[in-house]
């Protein structure tokens, strides 16, 4: 385990390390003319040894004689390199590297096939190539171009050129990795298998997923292709357009417009460049640039040459962003370069020539932004800086491949002098093909301190640095490292920007969007609508009661139960506890309403008491007066079991108390309408019902009926008892807090006794109210229980079209009101006589035949 722990730390140690090192600010100066001609030129090196010291002056001559301008950066790379392995003690002792150019040096691909094929036509000393016996084994060192190294790879091949090896530098191309076609030929630049990765992560960090692509229409390309194309689906990462410009100059021609309109039209601000930059791509690149077509170009390092032949405007960001294999600097190359010739390699050249490395920081004292740079800087500017040559990737390549053969051929020197040759029967060939062993499975470490590896299978991943690349007016660009990418680490740790560097450099960590469709905000979620690219989208609303507090969510996430959605639909807010409070002003004024009523209801109560003796109150049955008196006294009290916080007891309570209460008033006023049916029908003495009357027998009716309820009370709460309910769909935002009934079934049995109850007694007070009497309260009961059945049946409906809250509010409204009504029709009257007309209550009023 700490073997491991060990090993992982390691491996973060360069990344670590980089966060402490400031990136580096590469400036350059423009040539003063362009050419219109073609684009970028190769050139073809010839290295061989020599048995005799090689000084610099060697180096400045050739240079002087055979180099042109516009190429001098790889010239100078590959003297710069040979002269640090002259001068290496420990490497080929008693040789020296020499190089030379064939036919006129660095040309372009035209002029170069042009230079060759004379060459064969006239059956002139090929390059490179002697017939003598003598003949040693000699490198050609080509590129960038992998058109050049294939058409030099393909002449060394049908010419059958024993002793000749070819290098190169620029890109690597898998063509050129056919032993078979080029068996002589070694790639020094890494494979760019990881780079469509790295591209993507950066698409990723600035959350591009709109992006169009232009590349090459070759093997090349279309390898590329597939490695983006599989790394942007698993992101989702989508191409607005593809442009895959031919090689032939003649087809791209005819389509030059439709790639110049499908760029202009698409709206992406992101465009990838992959391919060669002699080629039609290269002229096509050029081409939009010229017509004014502003975007962030995503690139590697090789198309610096092409790009800042063009300057761009700097009121918005669209600069370059380049991808180079990450390499260490040399800091002896410009010493080297200025002491060949002093005059001609002058900081003004050499600022023109390639890239300067300025180990410097953007110091707020120059410019606040790069939009904010002095638009007429100047080399004079530049020369008070202290700055080194950089090392583009080519003349990386080219670095490397001198100490390559230089290794290689110090490996097999060693092994000739501990083994004695041996000839095979190749002749003079014998030692080159040795040395295509040693060439292969050579392994060092550069005087950079970077590992070079000729395996290529067993070659490291490839790390790479970013840059931002601006140009500005009157000559002036800057490259900026703003950041770096390396596939040693986890994904979504591989990638590290200096968002500083960023910022210092526009003014803003912010990269201009390039996405399909603009972003679904928080309370929104992405609808794909068929035939649209995965990175195409709309915008639709969260259904009720779901949110999203993200951007560009696939789905909104539903509110708990005890939760609802804000007006935005961004974020579940926690619903409120709802009851009938004694608080509410509806739940106070029930309250009041209740406690008024019963108060009203003791009131009569003991004016009837007071009065027990008039004739108005023993003429109705004093007992069965006083006790629906004092039913009525807690039936007006049972609403307040409904007002509150209720919990399982006060659930099954009020409706317990409710049913048994309302039993006992309603039972009692069957029982006053049968006795006052019986006082009137039955006067004959002697008669059993008579006797039956006088008995007191119709007060068990009071006894048996609420026996019933009870009965029906305890089986509901047996079966299925009220419970707690919280009610979250009712009301938006609140939770209502209601007593459930739990079984309708029983509710509406004891219900529908009352009913029952009722209906018996207004038939029984209906069939009493033509009889004479002046005290005959038939007429009373018949229209109190006429209130109350037509209270109780409007209350099915009305209850049952109410939720929540309301539910319990007519419920409560309907125990008062029905309670009101008996005691108004039945006690209100007598309270009149009792209280305001007492002249009326006596026995001479009770003989008259008045009526109410």
Not at 410 to 425: A, F, K, R, S, W
Not at 579 to 591: E, I, Q
């Amino acid at each position: 385990m700490f073997t491991l722990i060990f090993f992982i730390f390691l491996l973060n140690i360069p990344l670590l390390a980089s966060r402490f090192t400031h990136p580096r600010c590469f400036w350059r100066m423009k040539q003063n003319k362009d050419k219109d001609g073609d684009l970028v030129a190769g050139c073809v090196f010839i290295l061989s040894t020599v048995q005799w010291p090689v000084e610099k002056d060697y180096f400045n001559q050739i240079l002087n004689i055979q180099t042109p301008t516009e190429n001098n950066q790889f010239s100078l790379a590959l003297a710069f390199s040979m002269d640090e392995v002259n001068r290496n003690p420990d490497l080929l002792p008693n040789s020296s590297l020499v190089f030379d150019f064939p036919g006129g040096g660095c040309k372009t691909v035209p002029k170069l096939y042009n230079s060759l094929h004379f060459s064969i036509e006239n059956h002139d000393a090929h390059p490179n190539y002697n017939c003598d016996e003598e003949s040693e084994c000699i490198l050609i060192l080509s590129g960038p171009n992998w058109a050049i190294s294939e058409m030099v790879g393909t002449f060394l091949n049908f010419f059958m050129f024993q002793t000749v090896f070819q290098f190169t530098y620029g890109p690597f191309n898998p063509i050129l990795s056919d032993r078979e076609q080029f068996p002589s030929l070694y790639q020094m630049a890494p494979q760019d298998i990881y780079l469509a990765l790295a591209m993507v992560s950066l698409m990723l960090h600035f959350n591009w997923n709109w992006i169009g692509l232009a590349i090459s229409d070759n093997d090349q390309g279309t390898q590329f292709l597939s490695y983006l194309r599989r790394e942007m689906e698993k992101n989702t990462v989508c191409f607005a357009f593809v442009n895959m410009i031919p090689v032939k100059m003649h087809s791209y021609l005819s389509r030059a417009e439709v790639y110049f309109n499908q760029i202009m039209t698409s709206s992406t601000k992101v465009v990838v460049i992959y391919g060669d930059t002699d080629s039609t791509l290269a002229v096509s690149f050029r081409r939009w640039q010229s017509l004014g077509i502003q975007r962030i170009w995503v690139t590697t390092s090789q198309w610096d040459v092409t790009i800042w032949k063009s300057d761009f405007t700097l009121n918005s960001f669209h600069g370059i962003l380049a991808f180079a294999h990450h390499h260490a600097e040399t800091s002896s190359f410009k010493t080297f370069v200025q002491t060949l010739n002093p005059l001609k390699y002058s900081d003004e050249y050499l600022a023109k020539l390639e890239w300067m490395n300025l180990k410097c920081e953007l110091s707020d004292s120059k410019c606040k932004t790069l939009k904010n740079c002095i638009s007429n800087a100047s080399l004079q500017w530049l020369e008070v800086q202290t700055f080194d040559m950089a090392f583009s990737d080519d003349s990386y390549d080219i670095y490397n491949a001198v100490y390559t053969m230089a290794h290689a051929l110090h490996e097999m020197l060693l092994q000739q002098v501990y083994n004695q040759p041996v000839d095979n029967g190749r002749g003079p060939y014998a030692q080159c093909f040795k040395l295509h062993f040693f060439l292969r499975k050579t392994q060092f470490t550069n005087p950079v301190g970077e590992r070079v590896n000729m395996n290529q299978k067993e070659n490291l991943q490839e790390e790479y640095d970013i840059f931002q690349i601006w140009n500005f007016p009157y000559g002036l660009g800057l490259k900026v490292k703003i950041g770096e990418f390396s596939p040693h680490f986890p994904r979504g740790q591989q990638l590290h920007l200096y968002e500083d560097m960023i910022e210092h450099a526009t003014g803003s960590r912010q990269m201009p969007p390039s996405v399909c469709s603009a972003d679904c905000g928080p309370g929104f979620r992405k609808f794909w609508q068929e035939g649209m690219a995965a990175c195409c989208f709309d915008c639709s609303s969260c259904p009720p009661n779901e949110v999203s507090n993200e951007t560009n969510v696939d789905k909104c996430v539903r509110c708990r139960e005890d939760q609802y959605t804000n007006r935005e639909q961004k974020q579940c807010i926690p619903k409120a506890m709802v009851f009938l409070n004694y608080k509410d002003t509806l739940g106070m004024a029930l309250s009041l309403m209740a406690l008024c009523l019963s108060a009203f209801t003791a009131v009569i109560l003991v004016v009837f008491v007071k009065h027990r003796d008039t004739p108005i109150v023993k003429a109705n049955n004093r007992n069965l007066t006083y006790i629906l008196l004092i039913s009525l006294i807690f039936s007006f009290l049972c609403p307040l079991l409904f007002i509150g916080h209720p919990n399982s007891a006060i659930c099954i309570l009020q409706q317990v108390t409710f049913g048994v209460v309302f039993t006992v008033a309603v039972s009692t006023v069957l029982a006053k309408t049968v006795t006052v049916l019986l006082a009137f029908k039955v006067t004959a003495p002697g008669k059993r019902v008579r006797s039956f009357l006088l008995s007191g027998a119709p007060n068990y009716i009071i006894v048996i009926c609420t026996l019933i309820q009870i009965i029906l009370c305890v089986i509901w709460l047996r079966l299925s008892p009220p419970f707690i309910d919280n009610d979250a769909h009712s009301e938006h935002g609140q939770i209502i807090v209601v007593c459930n009934k739990g079984s309708e079934t029983a509710f509406y049995c004891v219900l529908g006794y009352h009913g029952s109850l009722a209906l018996a007694s207004f038939i029984v007070a209906f069939l009493s109210r033509n009889l004479p009497d002046t005290f005959n309260e038939a007429k009373l009961l018949t229209f109190s229980m006429l209130l109350f059945c037509s209270v109780w049946v409007t209350f099915i409906p009305v209850y049952h079209s109410t939720k929540g809250k309301v539910m319990v509010i007519v419920e409560v409204l309907s125990i008062l009101i029905s309670s009101a009504g008996l005691l108004g029709c039945i006690f209100v009257p007598k309270c009149y006589i009792i209280l305001l007309r007492p002249e009326r209550n006596s026995l001479q009023k009770l003989r008259e035949k008045t009526s109410f």
